[in-house]
């Protein structure tokens, strides 16, 4: 990635695309509202689902775990 984009960079390269944040939201399984919030800044996308959307929107680095598979994965620290 070239480099981090801003709220109007995401909302640029999701018109360029022709998406809308609806149809970006479907195709990423998260929630459009979140969605909306990062975009507008309501959430800054610091954890959980909106920490997913700043990263695939490229708004922030960042990896994004599954949750479930996470919390399972290593059965020595569930022990």
């Given at each position: 990635m070239p480099g981090i984009r801003t709220a109007a960079q995401a909302k640029a390269w999701l018109e360029h695309?022709?998406?809308?944040?609806?149809?970006?939201?479907?195709?990423?399984?998260?929630?459009?509202?979140?969605?909306y919030q990062v975009l507008a800044g309501r959430k800054k996308g610091r954890r959980g689902e909106a920490h997913k959307v700043a990263v695939l929107l490229g708004m922030k680095e960042g990896i994004i775990v599954d949750e479930p598979e996470a919390q399972h994965s290593d059965p020595e620290v569930i022990s």
């Open positions: 695309q022709g998406k809308s944040v609806q149809a970006f939201a479907r195709e990423h399984g998260v929630d459009p509202a979140t969605t």
